[in-house]
């Protein structure tokens, strides 16, 4: 009976071998991180996931499970960096039944998607929407604020009749800039400039920013109200808080002046901010009165995520499978120093290519670690638990995604960015596990195209790295203890270690990709 039975076990040496079947023998490991990276960045894109999230028959449309009836009352505003190509692809979906439409969007950001031949995502000839450029550089400017007034205008007019279409995506903050008068923009941003160089939490300075806003903080909600609200928002912030996705304009929060002034106190700046400032605060209670409040809150706000680091994920694991991987979503939100970061990539690549059973003492060090980076311990242990049966059991390749923001520490003054810093620290945790071809292959790449002030995303990095840096005269320490990673990757020989996707149009945080190839057989 043993023998019998023993025909029907699974036979993982050789399910193993017919796993691999060069399949993609032509394609490296390099390739294939990138190819995961892109499709990663390709299922956010703004047309797409407007695209995906409105379901139309005839006059009804239906968005997050909410069905809406058009008729010809139909306006749209919105702000932020991925907005043009959404408010495009809105166009194409419901201008029949479109009214007006105000946007704000970057500087220069038309004649960059021309330039880049990507004119599926400007808005059409004689639209009916108004373009205003802004925030240059980043920071809001009088252009931002003009378009925030041609929007709070916008809104003001509607009735129980109109439906409100609100587009949201990541740098919307900058892009809707509307002091509570007195404050002018300029008294407004240096009073959170000087809260943030006293230190103050992204909490207190998102407390004091949506004080001093009339748009802010469900400011927009109460302006529209009682017209119908949907908002359709591209999250570039871990977790996808609605309150903190450009400041939550959409999303009604009772703002008491106190708990701002305590905030300015805590921070030894209450005498010295301007008086108009002063005046703002000094009228006690909500900025909204109960009546107020209640009014706005009564009109339907539909808040929907239609794009997010999950969902580039998501994706991103389908086609890491499609390539040969077995796919693990590590986490969503994994931040802190990227030296803590890159050393959690290191700890789990060995535990990953541990020929036997991983040291115990890999397995504790990762869990001391995962709450300073953001990673929980029920995420790591489900994620060790599957790469340890993916060794044990003869599983193959596996490929480990994740995504978040970690920071740098700037100590220098080297030309670079945290997700190419990052690459080159996970580099050096890599050294001396030469699993063929190249041993455990990383990359990091934020998905909106720019890491830092570079061309480049990003950097794609591998076991055999720190060799090919030595072999080249090249300090990688050097280039670390100056922030200089960018330049470091730039004299690599091989050239081909930059990640430069172009401009990709959307912004949903960073994509981490841990290629682990699969164990050496040994028949």
């Known amino acids: 009976m043993a023998r019998v039975l023993s025909f029907f076990r699974p036979k993982p040496l050789l399910a193993l071998v017919e796993r691999r079947k060069p399949l993609f023998?032509?394609?490296?490991?390099?390739?294939?991180a990138r190819e995961v990276f892109a499709t990663a960045v390709r299922a956010v894109q703004p047309d797409t996931v407007v695209r995906q999230s409105i379901e139309r028959e005839e006059d009804v449309?239906?968005?997050?499970?909410?069905?809406?009836?058009?008729?010809?009352?139909?306006?749209?505003?919105?702000?932020?960096?991925?907005?043009?190509?959404?408010?495009?692809?809105?166009?194409?979906?419901?201008?029949?039944?479109?009214?007006?439409?105000?946007?704000?969007?970057?500087?220069?950001?038309?004649?960059?998607?021309?330039?880049?031949?990507?004119n599926h995502l400007l808005l059409k000839e004689n639209s009916s929407i108004e373009i205003i450029e802004g925030a240059k550089h980043?920071?809001?400017?009088?252009?931002?604020?003009?378009?925030?007034?041609?929007?709070?205008?916008?809104?003001?007019?509607?009735?129980?009749?109109?439906?409100?279409?609100?587009?949201?995506?990541?740098?919307?903050?900058?892009?809707?800039?509307?002091?509570?008068?007195?404050?002018?923009?300029?008294?407004?941003?240096?009073?959170?400039?000087?809260?943030?160089?006293?230190?103050?939490?992204i909490q207190e300075l998102n407390t004091v920013r949506r004080a001093l806003s009339l748009l802010k903080g469900g400011g927009l909600a109460h302006f529209a109200h009682p017209?119908?609200?949907?908002?359709?928002?591209?999250?570039?912030?871990?977790?996808?808080?609605?309150?903190?996705?450009?400041?939550?304009?959409?999303?009604?929060?009772?703002?008491?002046?106190?708990?701002?002034?305590?905030?300015?106190?805590?921070?030894?700046?209450?005498?010295?901010?301007?008086?108009s400032v002063k005046e703002v605060l000094g009228k006690p209670g909500p900025r909204w009165d109960k009546k107020q409040l209640e009014g706005a809150q009564e009109a339907c706000v539909i808040n929907a995520v239609i794009g997010s680091n999950s969902i580039a994920l998501t994706s991103a694991g389908r086609r890491a499978r499609e390539l040969g991987f077995r796919p693990v979503v590590l986490f969503l939100g994994v931040s802190g120093d990227v030296k803590l970061v890159s050393r959690l990539y290191g700890l789990l690549a060995q535990f990953a290519c541990s020929q036997k059973e991983p040291p115990p003492e890999i397995a504790a060090e990762l869990l001391r670690l995962g709450p300073d980076v953001g990673v929980e311990t029920w995420d790591l242990c489900r994620t060790m638990k599957v790469l340890d049966e993916s060794r044990s059991e003869g599983w193959g390749a596996t490929c480990l995604?994740?995504?978040?923001?970690?920071?740098?520490?700037?100590?220098?003054?080297?030309?670079?960015?945290?997700?190419?810093?990052?690459?080159?620290?996970?580099?050096?945790?890599?050294?001396?596990?030469?699993?063929?071809?190249k041993g455990p292959v990383f990359l990091s790449g934020g998905t909106d195209g720019q890491d830092g002030p570079t061309e480049a995303a990003g950097a794609v990095t591998d076991a055999g790295l720190c060799e090919e840096a030595t072999t080249q005269g090249l300090d990688i320490n050097g280039?670390?203890?100056?922030?200089?990673?960018?330049?470091?990757?730039?004299?690599?020989?091989?050239?081909?270690?930059?990640?430069?996707?172009?401009?990709?149009?959307?912004?949903?945080?960073?994509?981490?990709?841990?290629?682990?190839?699969?164990?050496?057989?040994?028949i």
């Not at 038309?110 to 031949?117: F, M």
Request: charged residues 20%; proline residues 6%.
């Open 401 to 437: 995604l994740a995504g978040g923001e970690p920071t740098v520490e700037l100590k220098g003054k080297g030309k670079g960015g945290r997700n190419q810093e990052l690459a080159l620290r996970v580099a050096v945790e890599l050294q001396g596990m030469d699993l063929p071809p």
């Open 227 to 275: 017209a119908q609200v949907v908002a359709l928002i591209l999250s570039d912030v871990i977790g996808d808080p609605l309150d903190l996705i450009a400041s939550g304009p959409t999303v009604q929060t009772e703002i008491w002046h106190e708990e701002v002034l305590s905030v300015l106190e805590r921070y030894n700046l209450l005498d010295s901010v301007p008086v």
């Open 61 to 118: 449309i239906t968005i997050d499970g909410h069905k809406l009836r058009l008729k010809n009352n139909l306006h749209l505003v919105g702000f932020g960096k991925a907005v043009l190509g959404m408010a495009a692809e809105a166009e194409r979906i419901l201008s029949d039944h479109l009214v007006k439409g105000v946007i704000s969007v970057p500087h220069g950001i038309q004649e960059s998607l021309r330039q880049h031949g990507k």
């Open 25 to 32: 023998s032509k394609m490296s490991l390099d390739s294939r």
């Open 138 to 201: 980043n920071l809001p400017d009088g252009d931002a604020q003009k378009a925030a007034e041609k929007i709070k205008e916008l809104a003001s007019g509607l009735t129980e009749k109109d439906l409100l279409l609100v587009l949201i995506s990541g740098g919307g903050s900058a892009l809707l800039p509307s002091p509570v008068p007195p404050i002018s923009l300029q008294e407004k941003l240096d009073v959170t400039r000087r809260l943030a160089g006293a230190g103050a939490t």
């Open 479 to 522: 280039f670390l203890d100056n922030n200089d990673s960018f330049t470091f990757f730039s004299k690599l020989s091989s050239g081909q270690r930059l990640l430069v996707p172009g401009l990709t149009c959307t912004n949903v945080m960073d994509v981490h990709v841990l290629l682990i190839p699969s164990p050496p057989i040994n």
